[in-house]
């Protein structure tokens, strides 16, 4: 399958609506939310958007949304993650298989097309509609 021009701008704007969804969907009623590793907690604009598994083992992994979390900027940038409070959590949320689950999806391949981005570019637009709705 050939490779379109647009992907990468797709790929960018479905990012910024990702990030976004991730660090909005828990936060409280003033937009604060606690990073998941060490539990700070900022407000949304303040954090980032940290993978679990990192985002270049592809697109399986990196659009997976139990793989995504607010994460300070600490945390994500400088602790490159902090993998074992991130592994915890992981495991508070989901449950015990979250770590293997996440691991199998990290293997798995997932081509994306210009269709495929911009369904979940609307996907996220109407999970970010909502989110402003209940504000």
């Known amino acids: 399958m050939r490779k379109s021009k647009n992907n990468s701008a797709y790929k960018k704007r479905l990012w910024r609506l ?6 909005r969907k828990d936060a409280d009623s003033n937009g604060y939310v606690k990073c998941i590793s060490c539990g700070v907690k900022k407000h949304y604009t303040e954090l980032d958007a940290g993978h679990y598994l990192p985002k270049s083992k592809g697109n399986c992994i990196m659009w997976e949304i139990k793989n995504i979390h607010p994460q300070c900027t ?4 400088y602790m490159h993650g902090n993998q074992n409070p ?15 689950e996440l691991e199998w999806k990290s293997h798995q391949t997932c081509p994306m097309n210009e269709l495929d981005y911009l369904k979940l570019i609307e996907f996220y637009q109407n999970k970010l509609k909502q989110l402003n709705e209940t504000l």
């Open 18 to 23: 990702v990030s976004e969804y991730v660090r």
């Open 86 to 100: 991130y592994a915890l959590a992981l495991i508070d949320i989901y449950g015990q298989e979250i770590l293997k």
């Open 74 to 77: 600490y945390c994500n940038r």
